[in-house]
């Protein structure tokens, strides 16, 4: 289970509503996309919401956090995080990843097969090709 993490706070009012601001670091381990190797991100989570004094049935104008006049941060902090995910995750920019033919981690061995693989499948057109 982590532990906890440190977040900031930040509510100012204003003459029509009131505006809340949330910013913490969020460390992230997981598999590499490319090499599957471990990998650990650190994502900076910022966050704002606004809530007016008098929505008048607007959606826009009203936060889905606060309810009952409590905000639920666990909630926005969870969304705010989901949306900075970014699409892949890599153990670094320039990972090399696997091999798609021996499945070698190519940023320990970088390597080129000098084989061109061939498939089974068009064995009857390559005869016909050397016939021609």
Known sequence: MPGTVPAELEITRAATGTLFQLAFTARLHGPCYRCLDDAVLELP???????ATNPDG???LRTPYVRDDNLDLTAWARDALALALPDKILCRADCAGLCPVCGKDLNNEPHVHDE???DSRWAALESLREEL
Do not use: P
């Not at 910022?46 to 809530?51: C, I, K």
């Open 116 to 118: 061109k693989a061939t």
């Open 58 to 60: 607007s959606e826009e």
């Open 45 to 51: 989570i910022s966050g704002r919401e606004y809530q």
